[in-house]
């Protein structure tokens, strides 16, 4: 999570900046709700159709689409 009272100066005056959902500026941001805003469906989805489309390599792999009827189905084939 993040705790306001961590933040240097610079990033206190970003946060005060910052829109907050009822108005209220919190003192802090538990470890769940960041998991939820950042890990939410549409940006898993939008980061599984990159890399079917794109592709990507990670740890030594390369992740590629398959023949599979799901088109968000992935492998990861050791590269050489």
Known sequence: GIRYADLSEAERERWDELEWQDGEIPDAIDAAAMNRW?????????????????GRRWNGCSVASTPSTDPRATICSPTD
Do not use: G, P, R
Not at 40 to 49: F, G, I, P, Q, R
């Open 38 to 54: 950042l890990f939410n469906a549409d940006t898993v989805d939008k980061v599984l159709d990159v890399l079917v489309t794109e």
